[in-house]
């Protein structure tokens, strides 16, 4: 054990860095965290679509949320590993496809935090900064979301934690993030496959459960405030 | 984009592969459930019991569990458990379908986590006074929690339990790492055979969707049927 970590933990923690890409523990943050921050954005605009009075915005948006929280998330990594590089007309390497496919996909459950943030706001809230003489958008920026984002921060850490989790699925497309250096381990020594995937269970749970705990504390001041 | 067929796909053998693949799939889905029901339930009494150690138990279990990927626990129970095993039963497991039982093994170990929180906060949801009456009337805690608070609790984590049951068949997926041959593994093997990426991409993503979308449908109905306030009035 003290000897496959002595001999692979570099590997282990950046990949083939710095004499090749990126890799390892390290891409697997970058790219979780990556995606989190660009699924933000996108999310919270899916989320406000699908709260407005205006059908032909809810609908659709609607519909798209529902497709992507039916379809499985390797499904869409294929559907970007194949069809960007048609859309966009050039290869589009491993980081990016997964970055996409990690923000289309996150982006829908977002989506469906903001939703029910902004659903569990007395409806008075709404009524009351109309009635001052605000747009809808004002009272959306400066009244709603302010108080459903308060407290959405919980959820985005649970958030954070499958996003990590998710971005395991980049080994099927043959990215070089965490999972896929532990196969590749796995693949050089071969005689111990325990423990080399006992190690990558514990890397991941290390970085979650710590997310967890952070979202844990995160949920008790605001229970407090 | 290149001109779309859908007919090879919906004749012979690719046709054939898929179905296949969707068989097993929803195999994998329907065995897991049977396994990881009782399993989530006995969690879910450990995490709600009077002992501590029990307790302690229950909970390493589920954070263990949820604070790693499904992925990884695939590729543990299909590379690391078999070699665990003694020379004669390693030989059985290596000759059956091992891809299969990994992948069940994992997917029973995964969902039981989850669908555990989601029992045990129904069963919090259960008003105390009924263990306490039970109890009173002369039920040990145990019989008390199986014919008195249970049911309750399971009636109100139906929904729950339902999504949770949509998750376990998009997460079958999954399964395609360790060459389980379901639905989208034969989606790949469809896609290589035929180079008609996305037509057959078009139909799985339509399989998924109709699974998911129904028991989505399910899990609305089961929540309006059943909810406290429904049943009450």
Not at chain 2, 52 to 80: D, I, N, S
Request: glycine share 6%; aromatic share 10%; charged share 10%.
């Amino acid at each position: 054990m003290s000897e496959l970590i002595d001999t692979y933990w570099i590997y282990f923690l950046v990949g083939q860095y710095p004499h090749g890409p990126l890799g390892g523990l390290a891409l697997t943050v970058l790219l979780a965290t990556l995606g989190l921050v660009l699924a933000l954005p996108l999310g919270m605009a899916l989320g406000v679509a699908r709260f407005s009075p205006q059908a032909w915005l809810r609908r659709p948006v609607t519909a798209w949320i529902w497709v992507i929280r039916g379809t499985p998330l390797l499904m869409v990594v294929f559907w970007a590993y194949f069809f960007l590089p048609v859309v966009t007309g050039h290869k589009t390497n491993q980081f990016n496809t997964m970055l996409i496919a990690l923000v289309v996909f996150d982006a829908a459950y977002l989506a469906e935090i903001v939703h029910a943030g902004l659903r569990a706001l007395p409806r008075g809230q709404l009524g009351a900064a109309l009635s001052l003489g605000m747009s809808r958008a004002q009272a959306l920026r400066l009244v709603l979301l302010p108080q459903a984002t308060r407290h959405m921060l919980p959820s985005l850490m649970n958030q954070f934690v499958s996003t990590i989790k998710e971005t395991s699925l980049g080994t099927i497309i043959g990215l070089s993030e965490l999972s896929y250096i532990a196969n590749q381990i796995n693949a050089q020594v071969l005689v111990k496959p325990v423990e080399v995937y006992v190690t990558l269970a514990g890397s991941y749970f290390v970085m979650c459960y710590g997310l967890t705990l952070m979202g844990r504390a995160a949920e008790r001041r605001l229970a407090r405030a | 984009m290149p001109d779309l067929s859908f007919a090879p796909l919906l004749q012979g053998d690719y046709l054939a592969w898929l179905l296949a693949g969707l068989r097993l799939s929803l195999l994998l889905t329907g065995l897991t459930l049977l396994t990881a029901l009782p399993l989530s339930i006995a969690i879910a009494l450990l995490r709600l019991s009077p002992l501590r150690p029990l307790r302690v138990v229950g909970e390493a279990y589920v954070e263990a569990v949820r604070c790693v990927p499904l992925l990884v626990h695939m590729l543990f129970w299909y590379f690391g458990v078999p070699e665990l095993l003694p020379d004669g039963i390693k030989e059985t497991v290596y000759a059956g379908q091992i891809e299969v039982v990994s992948a069940w093994a994992a997917l029973t170990l995964y969902t039981a986590a989850y669908m555990s929180e989601d029992i045990r906060s129904g069963v919090r949801a259960v008003p105390g006074v009924q263990l306490s009456a039970a109890m009173a009337l002369g039920f040990s805690y145990l019989a008390a929690m199986r014919l008195v608070v249970l049911p309750q609790a399971l009636r109100i984590t139906l929904p729950p339990l339902l999504s949770q049951t949509l998750n376990l068949w998009k997460n079958t997926s999954i399964a395609t790492v360790i060459g389980t041959a379901e639905l989208m593994y034969q989606a790949q093997r469809v896609e290589s055979a035929t180079f008609r990426g996305f037509e057959t991409f078009a139909l799985v993503t339509a399989a998924y969707l109709s699974v998911s979308l129904l028991l989505t449908a399910l899990a609305h109905w089961a929540q309006a049927r059943l909810s406290p306030s429904g049943a009450r009035r």
